[in-house]
């Protein structure tokens, strides 16, 4: 196998695919390194229900594809949800990479996906108004739902429709990124080199340690991202219905009055569960829908984002921290009443059964979150119940249920350029690993930036987007 390459990418997840997908027609001789099995292997080994459980669990996030290959493929078409591609290009810019990478999925198959948000424009106007009137920033999202099956064909046209000059290598974990001259020159696998002019790391959640170590390695600067700490809340389905009836998928975000903390909702289920979710050993909080089975509630979580000042370098440490805390009361995840919680005890087994709201989760102990959350976040949450209030009445309810805790980890960001290169030339990171995206449809974009940019300094420019 041939070891000179014009670019290298690390990783063939959306990042890496979009960036190999826009060299395919330049001539440009390409090599993506995949740790992970090819597409099909892994369709194959996600269906075989008697493979090891951990060979099972890496092939969910690893492989051609990327994270997220076997989700139902929701594609966020806008410009305010996963990642912050607008720190580098302008948001008129992003909206119309976004389009763009929307056609490609289309072009691959996604083209009869439905697009949810483009209806009752006259309600949303509505809400937005009732929400601004309440402090609240009411943002619905537009999304194409690619649906499981068309996600996982998308994937594999893609890797059918890449032309010679387009090398795959699964199975292969790239050890360390070269550079030589002060430039980036490749990349060491075991024993082997591989030589490039150009080499793009795009190696997603999965890789997302490895390249913070690589980045140390080479004296890249990154910095911390920010932790998102909170509950799930659960209330009556009937109480969200204002909201959840227009839109597929919302945000709500909220400054709170007493530290100014940026508060948001996140990931909302009409009708749907709350589970417990498995951190390395940490037990935190989760929730989902179901198209078929339905509970009488709706649930959703409210974060408090934390942006750590130097000296501080580690929020991910302090967000387990955190979750362990509950872990350490209630043995799980912890479940109690607002009205318990605005009065200063405890919620106990039979104050539970007595409320209004029957939680969905079997497992949670009830107990005392403020226990656990320190105060600037027990505050920002209890503020933020008083807003949304405004907009679907019952949402403060003291029988609403407050689950903890919910925790989001972001990786470490890399410091890059506009162009997403690092500071060693010919050097880009992108997608979730880069900590600059957190979604299918933006890290995408990121590849599309990142071919068009390497395209251009080849003298071969794609032109604009439109
Ligand atoms: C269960 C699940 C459901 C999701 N659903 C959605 C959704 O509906 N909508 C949405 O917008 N987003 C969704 N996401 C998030 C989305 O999948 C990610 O934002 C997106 O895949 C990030 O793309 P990426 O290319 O940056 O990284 P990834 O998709 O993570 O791909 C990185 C690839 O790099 C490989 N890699 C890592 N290190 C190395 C190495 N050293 N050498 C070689 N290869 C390496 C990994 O194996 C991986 O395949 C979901 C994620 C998960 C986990």
């Known amino acids: 196998m041939a070891q000179n390459y014009d670019v290298i990418i690390i990783g063939a997840g959306p990042a890496g695919i979009f960036t190999a997908l826009e060299l395919a027609d330049t001539g440009a001789s390409v090599l993506i390194v995949e740790k992970g099995l090819d597409i099909r292997e892994r369709a194959a080994l996600n269906q075989d229900r008697s493979a090891p459980a951990e060979d099972r669990r890496t092939n969910l996030v690893s492989g051609w594809g990327g994270a997220g290959a076997f989700s139902d493929g929701k594609l966020t078409l806008t410009t305010e949800y996963g990642g912050n591609l607008d720190d580098y290009i302008s948001k008129g810019a992003l909206s119309r990479l976004i389009s763009y990478v929307d056609r490609v999925y289309c072009r691959y198959g996604g083209a009869n996906r439905k697009i949810y948000g483009d209806e009752y424009r006259e309600k949303l106007h509505e809400l937005k108004r009732r929400a601004a009137a309440a402090d609240l920033a009411f943002i619905p999202a537009r999304i194409r739902h690619l649906g499981t099956d068309v996600n996982s064909q998308i994937l594999a046209h893609m890797r ?96 709170s009055r007493r530290f100014d903390d940026r508060v948001r909702t996140f990931c909302m289920n009409p009708y749907g569960f709350v589970v417990a979710e498995n951190n390395d050993g940490l037990q935190t909080v989760n929730g989902h829908s179901y198209a078929h089975k339905k509970s009488a509630n709706t649930n959703f979580a409210v974060l408090v984002s934390k942006q750590f000042t130097e000296p501080f370098k580690e929020p ?114 992108i997608g979730d690993g880069a900590g600059i995206t957190r979604g299918l449809a933006q890290a995408s974009a990121a590849g599309v930036i990142v071919g068009r940019e390497i395209c251009a300094r080849e003298g071969k420019p794609k032109g604009d987007i439109e």
């Open 160 to 255: 059918e429709a890449l032309p010679a000059s387009v090398r795959v290598l699964c199975r292969t974990a790239v050890d360390e990124i070269l550079v030589e001259d002060g430039k980036a020159a490749g990349i060491r696998i075991g024993k082997d080199i591989y030589r490039s002019r150009y080499v793009v790391a795009a190696p997603g959640r999965e890789g997302a340690e490895w390249l913070l170590k690589e980045a140390e390695r080479l004296g890249l600067r990154t910095t911390s991202n920010a932790v998102d700490i909170g509950v799930r809340v659960e209330s009556p389905a009937e109480v969200y219905e204002p909201i959840t009836d227009i839109c597929y998928e919302s945000k709500l975000i909220y400054y």
């Open 316 to 429: 991910i440490a302090y967000g387990k921290y955190i979750a362990s805390l509950a872990n350490m009361l209630g043995g799980g995840p912890i479940v109690q009443r607002l009205g318990d919680l605005q009065d200063g005890r405890r919620s106990t087994e039979e104050r539970i059964r007595r409320g209004l709201v029957h939680p969905t989760m079997p497992g949670a102990t009830p107990g005392d979150l403020s226990l656990v959350l320190p105060y600037r976040f027990l505050t920002s949450i209890m503020e933020m119940l008083e807003a949304l209030d405004k907009i679907a009445p019952g949402a403060n309810s003291r029988h609403t249920l407050l689950y903890g805790v919910e925790v989001k980890f972001y990786s470490s960001r890399m410091d890059l350029s506009y162009e997403l290169e690092t500071k060693i030339p010919n050097l880009f990171a």
